[in-house]
Protein backbone atom coordinates (compact mmCIF):
# COMPACT_ATOMS: atom_id res chain seq x y z
CA UNK A 1 0.00 0.00 0.00
CA UNK A 2 2.81 2.32 -0.05
CA UNK A 3 3.99 2.44 -3.26
CA UNK A 4 1.46 4.86 -4.69
CA UNK A 5 1.79 6.76 -7.95
CA UNK A 6 -0.91 8.13 -8.68
CA UNK A 7 -3.80 9.58 -6.39
CA UNK A 8 -6.73 11.97 -6.03
CA UNK A 9 -7.69 13.68 -2.83
CA UNK A 10 -11.14 15.06 -2.49
CA UNK A 11 -11.63 15.68 -6.66
CA UNK A 12 -14.88 17.36 -7.12
CA UNK A 13 -15.61 18.40 -10.80
CA UNK A 14 -18.82 20.47 -11.60
CA UNK A 15 -20.44 21.19 -15.15
CA UNK A 16 -23.17 24.21 -14.14
CA UNK A 17 -25.11 22.76 -11.37
CA UNK A 18 -23.67 18.91 -12.45
CA UNK A 19 -21.81 17.31 -10.10
CA UNK A 20 -19.98 15.04 -12.47
CA UNK A 21 -16.82 14.06 -10.11
CA UNK A 22 -18.19 13.62 -6.42
CA UNK A 23 -15.35 13.76 -4.16
CA UNK A 24 -13.03 11.06 -5.32
CA UNK A 25 -10.26 9.95 -3.56
CA UNK A 26 -8.62 7.62 -5.58
CA UNK A 27 -5.05 5.38 -5.17
CA UNK A 28 -3.32 3.86 -7.67
CA UNK A 29 -0.68 1.49 -6.81
CA UNK A 30 2.75 1.17 -8.86
CA UNK A 31 2.60 -1.15 -11.43
CA UNK A 32 -0.88 -2.03 -10.63
CA UNK A 33 -2.87 -2.80 -13.43
CA UNK A 34 -6.61 -0.95 -11.98
CA UNK A 35 -9.86 -0.64 -13.35
CA UNK A 36 -12.51 1.54 -13.24
CA UNK A 37 -15.58 0.70 -14.07
CA UNK A 38 -19.15 1.90 -14.00
CA UNK A 39 -22.29 2.37 -15.62
CA UNK A 40 -22.46 5.26 -18.78
CA UNK A 41 -22.09 8.89 -17.14
CA UNK A 42 -20.67 7.80 -13.83
CA UNK A 43 -17.73 10.37 -14.58
CA UNK A 44 -15.14 8.01 -15.78
CA UNK A 45 -14.34 9.87 -18.65
CA UNK A 46 -14.28 13.19 -16.74
CA UNK A 47 -12.06 11.50 -13.91
CA UNK A 48 -9.22 10.49 -16.62
CA UNK A 49 -9.93 14.11 -17.78
CA UNK A 50 -9.12 15.65 -14.61
CA UNK A 51 -5.99 13.24 -14.39
CA UNK A 52 -4.32 14.45 -17.09
CA UNK A 53 -5.21 18.20 -17.59
CA UNK A 54 -7.50 18.20 -20.03
CA UNK A 55 -10.14 19.46 -17.84
CA UNK A 56 -9.20 21.58 -14.24
CA UNK A 57 -10.84 20.50 -11.01
CA UNK A 58 -13.60 22.80 -9.00
CA UNK A 59 -11.76 21.11 -6.00
CA UNK A 60 -9.53 18.94 -4.96
CA UNK A 61 -5.23 17.73 -5.40
CA UNK A 62 -4.08 15.40 -8.12
CA UNK A 63 -0.58 13.62 -6.79
CA UNK A 64 1.88 11.87 -9.26
CA UNK A 65 4.74 10.39 -7.43
CA UNK A 66 3.84 12.39 -4.49
CA UNK A 67 4.14 15.76 -6.09
CA UNK A 68 0.92 17.95 -6.69
CA UNK A 69 0.34 17.97 -10.28
CA UNK A 70 -3.14 19.74 -9.99
CA UNK A 71 -2.60 22.88 -11.59
CA UNK A 72 0.24 21.42 -14.59
CA UNK A 73 -0.63 21.58 -18.40
CA UNK A 74 -0.75 17.95 -19.72
CA UNK A 75 2.43 18.34 -21.49
CA UNK A 76 4.02 19.25 -18.37
CA UNK A 77 2.21 15.79 -16.99
CA UNK A 78 3.22 13.55 -20.35
CA UNK A 79 6.96 14.86 -19.91
CA UNK A 80 6.52 13.10 -16.03
CA UNK A 81 5.38 9.87 -17.04
CA UNK A 82 1.50 10.27 -17.63
CA UNK A 83 -0.23 9.85 -20.35
CA UNK A 84 -3.82 8.76 -21.76
CA UNK A 85 -5.52 7.00 -24.81
CA UNK A 86 -8.91 8.72 -25.31
CA UNK A 87 -12.38 7.29 -25.65
CA UNK A 88 -13.24 8.71 -29.08
CA UNK A 89 -9.93 9.00 -31.26
CA UNK A 90 -8.02 11.76 -31.28
CA UNK A 91 -5.11 11.90 -33.80
CA UNK A 92 -3.55 14.24 -36.57
CA UNK A 93 -5.81 13.37 -39.45
CA UNK A 94 -3.19 15.29 -42.09
CA UNK A 95 -0.22 13.08 -40.48
CA UNK A 96 0.40 9.22 -41.32
CA UNK A 97 0.86 7.04 -38.36
CA UNK A 98 4.74 7.35 -39.22
CA UNK A 99 4.64 11.01 -38.46
CA UNK A 100 2.23 10.82 -35.94
CA UNK A 101 4.55 8.19 -33.67
CA UNK A 102 7.43 9.97 -34.60
CA UNK A 103 6.82 13.14 -33.53
CA UNK A 104 5.88 12.00 -30.28
CA UNK A 105 8.68 9.87 -29.81
CA UNK A 106 11.04 13.34 -31.03
CA UNK A 107 9.09 15.18 -28.23
CA UNK A 108 9.44 12.76 -25.60
CA UNK A 109 13.52 12.85 -26.66
CA UNK A 110 13.31 16.14 -26.29
CA UNK A 111 14.15 17.19 -30.24
CA UNK A 112 10.74 19.16 -30.60
CA UNK A 113 12.72 22.51 -30.12
CA UNK A 114 14.86 21.76 -33.13
CA UNK A 115 14.17 23.99 -36.12
CA UNK A 116 17.00 22.80 -38.41
CA UNK A 117 16.73 19.34 -38.80
CA UNK A 118 14.94 17.65 -40.83
CA UNK A 119 12.86 14.76 -39.02
CA UNK A 120 14.10 11.81 -41.25
CA UNK A 121 17.70 13.13 -39.50
CA UNK A 122 17.14 11.36 -36.58
CA UNK A 123 17.50 7.83 -37.15
CA UNK A 124 17.03 6.45 -33.88
CA UNK A 125 13.59 7.99 -33.85
CA UNK A 126 12.26 7.13 -37.04
CA UNK A 127 13.52 3.37 -36.54
CA UNK A 128 11.75 3.53 -32.40
CA UNK A 129 8.79 4.85 -34.45
CA UNK A 130 8.84 2.25 -37.17
CA UNK A 131 9.59 -1.09 -34.83
CA UNK A 132 6.40 0.98 -32.70
CA UNK A 133 3.59 0.32 -35.49
CA UNK A 134 5.00 -2.81 -36.30
CA UNK A 135 4.39 -4.12 -32.96
CA UNK A 136 0.97 -2.78 -33.35
CA UNK A 137 -0.08 -4.21 -36.50
CA UNK A 138 0.30 -0.76 -38.48
CA UNK A 139 3.44 -1.01 -40.63
CA UNK A 140 1.57 -1.56 -43.69
CA UNK A 141 -0.25 1.83 -43.62
CA UNK A 142 2.76 3.48 -42.13
CA UNK A 143 2.82 6.02 -44.98
CA UNK A 144 -1.05 6.61 -45.42
CA UNK A 145 -2.76 9.59 -44.45
CA UNK A 146 -4.75 8.44 -41.19
CA UNK A 147 -7.83 10.46 -41.72
CA UNK A 148 -8.14 7.88 -44.58
CA UNK A 149 -7.56 4.60 -42.73
CA UNK A 150 -9.99 2.37 -41.26
CA UNK A 151 -11.25 2.87 -37.77
CA UNK A 152 -9.69 -0.38 -36.13
CA UNK A 153 -6.54 1.35 -37.56
CA UNK A 154 -6.80 4.36 -36.19
CA UNK A 155 -7.93 2.22 -32.88
CA UNK A 156 -4.41 0.82 -32.71
CA UNK A 157 -2.55 4.19 -33.46
CA UNK A 158 -4.88 5.78 -30.78
CA UNK A 159 -3.12 3.53 -28.31
CA UNK A 160 0.72 2.95 -30.06
CA UNK A 161 1.02 7.36 -29.95
CA UNK A 162 0.47 7.20 -26.10
CA UNK A 163 3.03 4.14 -25.87
CA UNK A 164 5.15 6.60 -27.63
CA UNK A 165 5.74 8.80 -25.13
CA UNK A 166 6.62 5.56 -22.90
CA UNK A 167 4.44 6.38 -19.44
CA UNK A 168 4.95 5.12 -16.51
CA UNK A 169 1.49 5.48 -15.93
CA UNK A 170 -0.73 4.84 -18.65
CA UNK A 171 -4.59 5.38 -18.65
CA UNK A 172 -6.64 3.27 -21.03
CA UNK A 173 -10.40 4.92 -21.96
CA UNK A 174 -11.96 2.15 -23.33
CA UNK A 175 -8.81 0.96 -25.54
CA UNK A 176 -10.80 -2.05 -27.11
CA UNK A 177 -14.18 0.51 -28.10
CA UNK A 178 -14.22 -0.05 -31.86
CA UNK A 179 -11.45 -2.32 -32.78
CA UNK A 180 -12.59 -5.29 -34.32
CA UNK A 181 -13.42 -8.88 -32.05
CA UNK A 182 -10.25 -10.48 -33.72
CA UNK A 183 -7.60 -7.68 -32.47
CA UNK A 184 -9.01 -7.09 -29.54
CA UNK A 185 -7.28 -9.86 -27.48
CA UNK A 186 -4.08 -8.29 -28.79
CA UNK A 187 -4.26 -4.87 -27.79
CA UNK A 188 -4.52 -6.19 -24.91
CA UNK A 189 -2.18 -8.32 -24.62
CA UNK A 190 -0.19 -5.84 -25.96
CA UNK A 191 -0.80 -3.42 -23.16
CA UNK A 192 -0.50 -6.37 -20.30
CA UNK A 193 3.22 -6.83 -21.84
CA UNK A 194 4.14 -3.24 -20.67
CA UNK A 195 7.17 -4.10 -17.99
CA UNK A 196 5.93 -4.34 -14.55
CA UNK A 197 6.60 -0.88 -13.12
CA UNK A 198 4.18 0.64 -15.63
CA UNK A 199 1.20 1.32 -14.03
CA UNK A 200 -2.17 1.22 -15.98
CA UNK A 201 -5.51 2.58 -15.08
CA UNK A 202 -7.95 0.92 -17.26
CA UNK A 203 -11.56 1.92 -18.36
CA UNK A 204 -13.72 -0.38 -20.08
CA UNK A 205 -17.62 -1.45 -20.36
CA UNK A 206 -16.23 -5.16 -21.82
CA UNK A 207 -16.15 -7.07 -18.39
CA UNK A 208 -14.48 -10.34 -19.78
CA UNK A 209 -11.31 -8.19 -20.52
CA UNK A 210 -11.76 -6.05 -17.08
CA UNK A 211 -11.35 -9.40 -15.15
CA UNK A 212 -9.44 -10.86 -17.83
CA UNK A 213 -6.51 -8.22 -17.44
CA UNK A 214 -7.19 -6.36 -14.13
CA UNK A 215 -5.96 -6.99 -10.59
CA UNK A 216 -7.78 -4.31 -9.15
CA UNK A 217 -11.26 -2.41 -9.76
CA UNK A 218 -12.78 0.53 -8.47
CA UNK A 219 -16.45 1.16 -9.42
CA UNK A 220 -17.83 4.37 -9.93
CA UNK A 221 -21.48 5.60 -9.88
CA UNK A 222 -22.58 9.21 -10.02
CA UNK A 223 -19.68 10.46 -9.90
CA UNK A 224 -18.49 9.20 -6.97
CA UNK A 225 -16.37 5.89 -5.58
CA UNK A 226 -19.01 3.39 -5.02
CA UNK A 227 -16.42 0.61 -4.19
CA UNK A 228 -13.08 -1.11 -4.70
CA UNK A 229 -11.14 -4.45 -4.41
CA UNK A 230 -9.88 -7.12 -6.12
CA UNK A 231 -11.60 -8.68 -8.99
CA UNK A 232 -12.65 -11.83 -6.91
CA UNK A 233 -14.25 -9.10 -4.22
CA UNK A 234 -15.75 -6.68 -7.42
CA UNK A 235 -17.20 -9.80 -9.39
CA UNK A 236 -18.77 -11.09 -5.88
CA UNK A 237 -20.30 -8.25 -4.84
CA UNK A 238 -23.97 -7.80 -5.46
CA UNK A 239 -24.53 -4.44 -4.93
CA UNK A 240 -22.28 -4.13 -7.91
CA UNK A 241 -24.76 -6.44 -9.99
CA UNK A 242 -27.12 -4.18 -8.97
CA UNK A 243 -25.67 -1.10 -10.25
CA UNK A 244 -25.02 -2.67 -13.46
CA UNK A 245 -28.44 -4.32 -13.78
CA UNK A 246 -30.26 -1.30 -12.74
CA UNK A 247 -28.92 0.65 -15.20
CA UNK A 248 -29.84 -1.94 -17.70
CA UNK A 249 -33.57 -2.79 -16.67
CA UNK B 1 -4.23 -16.67 -25.63
CA UNK B 2 -0.46 -17.27 -25.56
CA UNK B 3 -0.84 -18.68 -29.29
CA UNK B 4 -1.98 -15.34 -30.29
CA UNK B 5 0.76 -13.63 -28.33
CA UNK B 6 3.57 -15.58 -30.04
CA UNK B 7 1.79 -15.33 -33.19
CA UNK B 8 2.27 -11.47 -32.90
CA UNK B 9 5.65 -11.80 -31.96
CA UNK B 10 7.07 -13.99 -34.55
CA UNK B 11 4.76 -12.02 -37.37
CA UNK B 12 6.36 -8.56 -35.51
CA UNK B 13 10.12 -9.53 -35.66
CA UNK B 14 10.03 -10.44 -39.57
CA UNK B 15 8.10 -7.39 -40.58
CA UNK B 16 10.10 -4.97 -37.99
CA UNK B 17 12.77 -5.02 -40.22
CA UNK B 18 11.35 -4.16 -43.18
CA UNK B 19 8.97 -1.51 -41.25
CA UNK B 20 12.35 0.20 -40.07
CA UNK B 21 14.23 1.05 -43.62
CA UNK B 22 10.04 2.00 -45.41
CA UNK B 23 10.15 4.39 -42.94
CA UNK B 24 13.39 5.65 -43.39
CA UNK B 25 12.56 6.27 -46.66
CA UNK B 26 9.24 7.54 -46.25
CA UNK B 27 10.83 10.22 -44.10
CA UNK B 28 13.79 10.80 -46.27
CA UNK B 29 10.63 11.38 -48.86
CA UNK B 30 8.82 13.62 -46.66
CA UNK B 31 11.32 16.16 -46.86
CA UNK B 32 12.55 15.86 -50.61
CA UNK B 33 12.38 18.74 -53.09
CA UNK B 34 9.34 18.60 -55.24
CA UNK B 35 8.92 19.59 -58.63
CA UNK B 36 6.79 22.36 -58.66
CA UNK B 37 9.69 23.81 -56.61
CA UNK B 38 12.24 23.58 -59.10
CA UNK B 39 10.03 25.03 -61.83
CA UNK B 40 8.86 28.07 -59.44
CA UNK B 41 12.55 29.11 -59.08
CA UNK B 42 13.56 28.39 -62.95
CA UNK B 43 10.98 30.38 -63.86
CA UNK B 44 11.57 33.19 -60.97
CA UNK B 45 15.16 33.13 -62.77
CA UNK B 46 14.07 33.13 -66.12
CA UNK B 47 11.78 36.03 -65.58
CA UNK B 48 14.70 38.25 -65.33
CA UNK B 49 15.89 37.66 -68.66
CA UNK B 50 12.91 36.84 -70.73
CA UNK B 51 10.55 40.16 -69.16
CA UNK B 52 13.11 43.00 -68.93
CA UNK B 53 10.25 45.31 -68.94
CA UNK B 54 8.28 43.60 -66.16
CA UNK B 55 10.56 44.09 -62.96
CA UNK B 56 8.54 46.18 -60.88
CA UNK B 57 5.76 43.71 -61.13
CA UNK B 58 8.17 40.94 -60.40
CA UNK B 59 9.31 42.38 -57.57
CA UNK B 60 6.30 43.70 -55.86
CA UNK B 61 5.11 39.54 -56.49
CA UNK B 62 8.67 38.90 -55.04
CA UNK B 63 8.07 40.69 -52.24
CA UNK B 64 4.18 39.58 -51.38
CA UNK B 65 5.25 36.37 -51.68
CA UNK B 66 7.53 36.41 -48.55
CA UNK B 67 5.16 38.19 -46.83
CA UNK B 68 2.27 35.42 -47.52
CA UNK B 69 4.93 32.21 -47.07
CA UNK B 70 6.31 34.30 -43.70
CA UNK B 71 1.92 34.22 -43.13
CA UNK B 72 1.87 30.39 -43.44
CA UNK B 73 4.16 29.53 -40.82
CA UNK B 74 1.94 30.28 -38.36
CA UNK B 75 -1.53 30.03 -40.18
CA UNK B 76 -0.80 27.04 -42.62
CA UNK B 77 1.13 25.72 -39.58
CA UNK B 78 0.46 26.83 -36.17
CA UNK B 79 -3.16 27.07 -37.13
CA UNK B 80 -3.27 31.04 -36.24
CA UNK B 81 -5.48 32.89 -37.86
CA UNK B 82 -4.06 36.63 -38.44
CA UNK B 83 -5.96 39.81 -39.58
CA UNK B 84 -3.12 42.23 -38.07
CA UNK B 85 0.52 40.44 -40.40
CA UNK B 86 0.72 43.91 -41.87
CA UNK B 87 1.97 45.32 -38.39
CA UNK B 88 5.37 43.16 -39.33
CA UNK B 89 5.15 44.41 -42.42
CA UNK B 90 4.60 48.15 -41.83
CA UNK B 91 7.55 48.04 -38.97
CA UNK B 92 9.81 46.74 -41.07
CA UNK B 93 9.12 49.13 -43.66
CA UNK B 94 9.62 51.88 -41.53
CA UNK B 95 12.58 50.53 -39.86
CA UNK B 96 14.17 49.96 -43.52
CA UNK B 97 12.80 53.53 -43.77
CA UNK B 98 14.44 55.20 -40.88
CA UNK B 99 17.76 53.39 -41.19
CA UNK B 100 18.50 54.31 -44.82
CA UNK B 101 17.53 57.65 -44.20
CA UNK B 102 19.59 58.07 -40.77
CA UNK B 103 22.35 55.49 -40.38
CA UNK B 104 23.21 53.40 -43.00
CA UNK B 105 22.29 52.84 -46.68
CA UNK B 106 23.52 49.42 -47.21
CA UNK B 107 20.06 47.46 -47.88
CA UNK B 108 21.06 44.19 -46.16
CA UNK B 109 21.88 45.95 -42.99
CA UNK B 110 18.73 47.73 -43.06
CA UNK B 111 16.96 44.32 -44.10
CA UNK B 112 18.55 43.00 -41.19
CA UNK B 113 17.84 45.49 -38.90
CA UNK B 114 14.06 45.82 -39.67
CA UNK B 115 13.64 41.78 -39.34
CA UNK B 116 14.87 41.98 -35.97
CA UNK B 117 12.18 45.03 -35.16
CA UNK B 118 9.62 43.15 -36.51
CA UNK B 119 10.81 39.94 -34.44
CA UNK B 120 10.50 41.65 -31.28
CA UNK B 121 7.30 43.00 -31.62
CA UNK B 122 6.20 39.77 -32.87
CA UNK B 123 7.32 37.88 -29.57
CA UNK B 124 5.68 40.69 -27.72
CA UNK B 125 2.47 40.77 -29.37
CA UNK B 126 2.61 36.80 -29.67
CA UNK B 127 1.75 36.24 -25.94
CA UNK B 128 -1.98 38.02 -26.63
CA UNK B 129 -2.66 35.55 -29.56
CA UNK B 130 -2.25 32.50 -26.83
CA UNK B 131 -5.58 32.49 -25.88
CA UNK B 132 -8.74 32.58 -26.80
CA UNK B 133 -10.80 31.22 -30.94
CA UNK B 134 -10.12 31.98 -34.00
CA UNK B 135 -12.35 34.78 -33.44
CA UNK B 136 -10.85 36.85 -30.91
CA UNK B 137 -7.50 36.04 -32.26
CA UNK B 138 -8.64 37.74 -35.27
CA UNK B 139 -9.78 40.93 -33.81
CA UNK B 140 -6.73 41.01 -31.90
CA UNK B 141 -4.40 40.80 -35.02
CA UNK B 142 -6.63 43.08 -36.19
CA UNK B 143 -6.36 45.35 -33.47
CA UNK B 144 -2.86 45.61 -33.41
CA UNK B 145 -2.57 46.11 -36.66
CA UNK B 146 -4.55 49.28 -36.85
CA UNK B 147 -3.10 50.44 -33.38
CA UNK B 148 0.50 50.33 -35.66
CA UNK B 149 -1.29 52.21 -38.52
CA UNK B 150 -2.08 55.14 -36.08
CA UNK B 151 0.92 54.82 -33.82
CA UNK B 152 2.97 55.27 -37.16
CA UNK B 153 0.29 58.53 -38.25
CA UNK B 154 0.99 60.18 -35.38
CA UNK B 155 3.93 59.97 -34.75
CA UNK B 156 4.95 62.30 -37.54
CA UNK B 157 8.28 63.58 -36.36
CA UNK B 158 9.60 60.16 -36.69
CA UNK B 159 7.33 58.30 -39.58
CA UNK B 160 6.52 61.42 -41.44
CA UNK B 161 2.72 60.96 -40.74
CA UNK B 162 0.85 60.69 -43.65
CA UNK B 163 3.44 62.11 -46.16
CA UNK B 164 5.40 59.05 -45.00
CA UNK B 165 8.88 58.84 -45.14
CA UNK B 166 11.05 59.55 -48.84
CA UNK B 167 14.45 61.44 -49.56
CA UNK B 168 16.51 58.43 -49.27
CA UNK B 169 18.30 56.48 -51.73
CA UNK B 170 19.26 53.06 -50.72
CA UNK B 171 23.03 52.39 -51.05
CA UNK B 172 24.51 49.32 -53.40
CA UNK B 173 23.92 46.14 -51.92
CA UNK B 174 26.97 45.24 -49.63
CA UNK B 175 28.49 47.65 -51.59
CA UNK B 176 28.64 45.94 -54.46
CA UNK B 177 25.37 45.96 -56.65
CA UNK B 178 23.86 49.70 -57.69
CA UNK B 179 19.97 49.79 -58.06
CA UNK B 180 19.28 50.68 -61.14
CA UNK B 181 16.55 52.57 -62.85
CA UNK B 182 14.65 49.82 -64.52
CA UNK B 183 14.63 47.81 -61.05
CA UNK B 184 16.65 44.69 -62.53
CA UNK B 185 18.55 44.77 -59.21
CA UNK B 186 15.93 45.16 -57.10
CA UNK B 187 14.45 42.63 -58.28
CA UNK B 188 17.27 39.88 -57.90
CA UNK B 189 18.07 41.22 -54.71
CA UNK B 190 14.43 40.30 -53.38
CA UNK B 191 14.82 36.66 -55.22
CA UNK B 192 17.53 36.08 -53.17
CA UNK B 193 15.82 37.28 -49.90
CA UNK B 194 12.51 35.34 -51.03
CA UNK B 195 14.56 32.27 -51.67
CA UNK B 196 16.64 32.63 -48.51
CA UNK B 197 13.74 33.04 -46.54
CA UNK B 198 11.42 30.29 -48.46
CA UNK B 199 14.22 27.67 -47.82
CA UNK B 200 15.19 29.10 -44.04
CA UNK B 201 10.93 28.19 -43.72
CA UNK B 202 11.25 25.42 -45.35
CA UNK B 203 13.57 23.32 -43.09
CA UNK B 204 11.67 24.70 -40.37
CA UNK B 205 8.72 23.07 -41.54
CA UNK B 206 10.57 19.38 -41.82
CA UNK B 207 11.64 19.63 -38.58
CA UNK B 208 10.73 18.24 -35.72
CA UNK B 209 9.37 21.94 -34.36
CA UNK B 210 7.68 22.05 -37.74
CA UNK B 211 5.53 19.03 -37.52
CA UNK B 212 4.87 19.97 -33.68
CA UNK B 213 3.35 23.65 -35.30
CA UNK B 214 0.90 21.25 -37.64
CA UNK B 215 0.35 19.06 -34.54
CA UNK B 216 -0.97 21.68 -32.20
CA UNK B 217 -3.18 22.81 -35.70
CA UNK B 218 -4.49 19.68 -36.38
CA UNK B 219 -5.83 18.56 -32.65
CA UNK B 220 -4.08 20.74 -29.90
CA UNK B 221 -5.62 18.71 -26.86
CA UNK B 222 -3.50 15.31 -28.32
CA UNK B 223 -0.47 17.54 -28.71
CA UNK B 224 -0.96 18.40 -25.21
CA UNK B 225 -0.51 14.92 -24.42
CA UNK B 226 2.11 13.98 -26.44
CA UNK B 227 4.17 16.48 -24.93
CA UNK B 228 4.20 19.32 -27.34
CA UNK B 229 4.66 22.62 -25.24
CA UNK B 230 1.70 24.55 -27.49
CA UNK B 231 2.37 27.62 -26.22
CA UNK B 232 5.95 27.95 -26.32
CA UNK B 233 5.61 26.87 -29.83
CA UNK B 234 3.51 29.08 -31.14
CA UNK B 235 5.43 32.23 -29.68
CA UNK B 236 8.17 30.53 -31.65
CA UNK B 237 6.82 30.39 -34.99
CA UNK B 238 4.86 33.97 -34.32
CA UNK B 239 7.72 35.51 -33.99
CA UNK B 240 10.46 33.94 -36.58
CA UNK B 241 6.69 34.69 -39.11
CA UNK B 242 7.27 38.46 -37.89
CA UNK B 243 10.88 38.67 -38.66
CA UNK B 244 10.16 37.75 -42.20
CA UNK B 245 6.94 39.77 -42.82
CA UNK B 246 9.65 42.70 -41.54
CA UNK B 247 11.72 41.79 -44.11
CA UNK B 248 8.99 41.80 -46.27
CA UNK B 249 8.17 45.08 -45.70
CA UNK B 250 11.95 46.23 -45.82
CA UNK B 251 12.09 45.47 -49.18
CA UNK B 252 9.18 47.21 -50.06
CA UNK B 253 10.95 50.80 -48.61
CA UNK B 254 14.40 49.93 -50.39
CA UNK B 255 13.32 49.10 -53.85
CA UNK B 256 10.90 52.41 -53.66
CA UNK B 257 12.98 54.61 -51.78
CA UNK B 258 9.46 55.29 -50.26
CA UNK B 259 7.35 54.29 -47.16
CA UNK B 260 4.13 55.42 -46.68
CA UNK B 261 1.47 54.34 -43.96
CA UNK B 262 -0.04 52.33 -46.75
CA UNK B 263 2.50 49.68 -45.52
CA UNK B 264 0.37 49.13 -41.98
CA UNK B 265 -3.39 49.40 -44.08
CA UNK B 266 -5.71 47.00 -43.07
CA UNK B 267 -5.81 45.92 -46.67
CA UNK B 268 -2.49 44.93 -46.65
CA UNK B 269 -3.32 42.25 -44.52
CA UNK B 270 -6.54 41.33 -45.68
CA UNK B 271 -4.35 40.84 -49.49
CA UNK B 272 -2.05 38.73 -47.83
CA UNK B 273 -4.84 36.25 -46.23
CA UNK B 274 -6.22 36.35 -49.82
CA UNK B 275 -3.34 35.20 -51.62
CA UNK B 276 -3.12 32.49 -49.26
CA UNK B 277 -6.56 31.54 -49.80
CA UNK B 278 -5.53 31.13 -53.29
CA UNK B 279 -2.20 29.39 -53.56
CA UNK B 280 -3.15 27.09 -50.48
CA UNK B 281 -1.68 26.92 -47.13
CA UNK B 282 0.12 24.54 -45.19
CA UNK B 283 3.05 23.60 -47.58
CA UNK B 284 4.67 27.28 -47.82
CA UNK B 285 4.77 27.46 -51.94
CA UNK B 286 1.27 28.19 -51.70
CA UNK B 287 2.15 31.89 -51.00
CA UNK B 288 4.40 32.25 -53.59
CA UNK B 289 1.70 30.76 -56.34
CA UNK B 290 -0.91 32.85 -54.17
CA UNK B 291 1.16 35.85 -54.99
CA UNK B 292 1.65 34.96 -58.34
CA UNK B 293 -1.23 34.93 -59.34
CA UNK B 294 -3.37 37.68 -57.15
CA UNK B 295 -0.86 40.00 -58.23
CA UNK B 296 -1.41 39.41 -61.96
CA UNK B 297 -4.95 39.01 -61.73
CA UNK B 298 -5.24 42.35 -60.15
CA UNK B 299 -3.29 44.31 -62.72
CA UNK B 300 -5.13 43.20 -65.28
CA UNK B 301 -8.28 44.02 -63.40
CA UNK B 302 -7.38 47.48 -62.73
CA UNK B 303 -6.26 47.93 -66.45
CA UNK B 304 -9.35 46.55 -67.83
CA UNK B 305 -11.50 47.88 -65.22
CA UNK B 306 -9.15 50.76 -63.30
CA UNK B 307 -12.67 51.51 -61.37
CA UNK B 308 -13.97 48.36 -60.51
CA UNK B 309 -11.17 46.09 -59.89
CA UNK B 310 -12.24 45.72 -56.29
CA UNK B 311 -15.30 44.25 -56.75
CA UNK B 312 -13.70 41.54 -59.14
CA UNK B 313 -11.36 40.61 -56.51
CA UNK B 314 -13.70 40.43 -54.34
CA UNK B 315 -16.11 38.04 -56.76
CA UNK B 316 -13.38 36.12 -56.80
CA UNK B 317 -13.14 35.72 -53.14
CA UNK B 318 -16.56 35.01 -53.29
CA UNK B 319 -15.88 32.20 -55.90
CA UNK B 320 -13.04 30.84 -53.99
CA UNK B 321 -14.92 30.48 -50.86
CA UNK B 322 -18.19 28.67 -52.17
CA UNK B 323 -15.76 25.78 -54.02
CA UNK B 324 -14.54 25.58 -50.86
CA UNK B 325 -11.54 26.21 -49.04
CA UNK B 326 -10.40 23.15 -48.06
CA UNK B 327 -10.80 22.09 -51.52
CA UNK B 328 -8.66 24.69 -52.02
CA UNK B 329 -6.00 24.20 -49.66
CA UNK B 330 -5.25 21.27 -51.27
CA UNK B 331 -4.91 21.79 -54.95
CA UNK B 332 -1.82 21.36 -55.34
CA UNK B 333 -2.25 17.35 -54.41
CA UNK B 334 -4.81 17.24 -57.87
CA UNK B 335 -1.34 18.30 -59.80
CA UNK B 336 0.24 15.03 -61.53
CA UNK B 337 1.71 12.94 -58.88
CA UNK B 338 4.88 13.45 -60.53
CA UNK B 339 4.43 17.61 -59.87
CA UNK B 340 3.16 17.28 -56.15
CA UNK B 341 3.78 14.18 -54.26
CA UNK B 342 2.82 16.02 -50.92
CA UNK B 343 2.12 13.12 -49.05
CA UNK B 344 3.91 10.27 -49.04
CA UNK B 345 3.67 6.45 -49.18
CA UNK B 346 1.87 6.64 -52.25
Known amino acids: MSDIVLETRNLKRRFGAFLATNDVSLKVERGARHALIGPNGAGKTTLINLLTGVLPPSEG ?15 RRVKRGLTRTFQINQLFSDFTPLETVALAIAEREGAGHNLWKSMAGYDKVVDEAAALLARFGLASVMGERTVILPYGKQRLLEIALAFASKPRVLLLDEPAAGVPEDERH ?50 ADPRVKAVYLGENA | MSVVQQETTVMANSSTASATSRAAKLMKRRSRIRFYEIIIWVVAIAAYFV ?159 G ?104 LLLVILVLIGRDRLARWVEYLPERFSKKEDGR
Request: charge should be negative.
Open chain 1, 61 to 75: QVFLEGEDITSLASF
Open chain 1, 186 to 235: EVLSIVSALPADVTVLLIEHDMDLVFSFANRISVLVAGALFTEGTVAEIS
Open chain 2, 51 to 209: LPSKMLILTEIAILALFAVSLDLVLGFAGIVSLGHTAFFGLGAYIAGLMALHYVAEPVTGLIVAGIAAGVLGLFTSFLILRGSDLTRLMTTLGIGLMMAEVANQMAWLTGGADGLSGFLPGPILGLFEFDLFGKTGYIYCLVVLFVGTMIMRRIAFSPF
Open chain 2, 211 to 314: MSLKAIKGNAMRAGMIAVPARKRIVIAYTIAAVFAGMAGALLTQTTSFVSPDVLAFHRSADVLLVLVIGGTGYLYGGIFGAILFTLVKDWLSVITPQYWMFYIG
